[in-house]
């Protein structure tokens, strides 16, 4: 990332750089709103569809968590990627058996095309950490906020309960706005250059570009 100068009087001074949370935040605020206007999400969340749509969901996020979880363990240790590894965000466990309260076995399903090449994006950033913290980032953050409208909008249309909704149940963090300040600034104080930033951030608008395709899928 080239670091903007500006001249003041014969002095060069250069601007402080922005911090990275808000710039993640500006980079990906198109993508994460095409993602979130989509067809199927806004039909799923103003109930015109049924608990089957949510089924199909959370069936495909299985495999996106599955290649999330066993990335971040191999890289639980690293200087950049480690700090944000926090074994009570995984969602796996979770997620199997809320999709076992819905009657659905993980051995049966089959990725969608779009999910497959998620998968694959995510299993590339093994030896990439600023690029799996992108993904780190655009899942987690997003089921500690948007997910929990998510939660509250199955259990009003669809009647889903809370055994079937666990993944968006986080007991050990305790308050969520004060666990997600704390994940912004752990993020903001990552050791990266700015190579790895545009990196980053490039993989962040990508990433929702992945859950765009799943989403249109869904509604296919």
């Known amino acids: 990332m080239t670091i ?4 003041t009087g014969h002095a060069v001074q ?3 750089r922005r911090l990275l949370s808000e710039s993640l935040r500006a980079a990906t605020s198109d993508a994460h709103d095409r993602a979130e206007g ?3 999400v806004d039909d799923l969340m103003s109930g015109r569809l049924d608990a089957g749509g949510y089924r199909r969901m959370a069936s495909q996020l299985y495999f996106v968590y599955r290649a999330l979880e066993s990335v971040g363990d191999t890289l639980s240790g690293d200087t950049v990627a480690g700090p944000l590894v926090d074994e009570r965000l995984r969602r796996l466990p979770r997620l199997a058996a809320d999709l076992a309260m819905l009657g659905v076995d993980p051995a ?3 990725p969608l095309p779009g999910v497959s090449a998620y998968v694959d994006a995510i299993e590339a950033t093994r030896d990439d950490p600023p690029r799996f913290v992108a993904h780190h980032y655009t899942r987690y953050l997003g089921d500690l906020s948007g997910g929990q409208v998510i939660r509250s909008r199955m259990k009003l249309h669809y009647g889903l309960t809370e055994a079937a909704l666990s993944f968006y149940t986080f007991d050990e963090i305790g308050k969520l706005k004060r666990y997600k300040d704390s994940y912004r600034d752990t993020l903001d104080g990552l050791p990266l250059d700015d190579e790895q930033i545009v990196s980053l951030i490039d993989e962040a608008v990508a990433a929702f570009g992945h859950n765009e395709r799943l989403f249109a899928e869904l509604a296919g």
């Open 4 to 7: 903007p100068f500006e001249e």
């Open 14 to 16: 250069a601007e402080p």
């Open 38 to 40: 989509a067809t199927f």
């Open 108 to 110: 049966t399903l089959t």
